[in-house]
């Protein structure tokens, strides 16, 4: 019995580490937006980086883009604007901490937040 826990106890204490370091949900894609100071046919520019902060990758990424309008032109490739909601990067896979990066420009700035995705470990 006890022979069975010394070595039943780290399997579990591993398994919770491993489980807990890929906990990854939607709240763990971030979206930071900063004003360039660049102006595009009169609307101020916005540079946004959009990180996955998780160990897993995540794809299928969509940010709520309500009203969304930009004076500059975003590609579809990375934007792609699809009603109320924005697919990143075709749906593509991003992985563990990495980040995209665009710019748009409109006043006020939109609140993009992201609204789903599918995550894999
Ligand atoms: C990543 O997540 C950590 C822990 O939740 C947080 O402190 C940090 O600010 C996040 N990084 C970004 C770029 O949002």
Known sequence: MAATFKYLFPILFLTLIVKGSCECSINNI??????????????????????????????QIRLSCKGFKT????????????GDSCLLINGNPLNSFATVRFSYAWDPPFLLLPTSSSISC
């Open 71 to 82: 004076s500059e032109s975003v590609s579809p490739s990375i934007l792609s604007i699809e």
């Open 30 to 59: 971030n979206i930071g937006t900063t004003r360039s100071g660049r102006v595009i046919q009169g609307q101020p520019e916005w540079n946004v980086v959009v990180i996955n902060n998780c160990t897993c990758t995540q794809s």
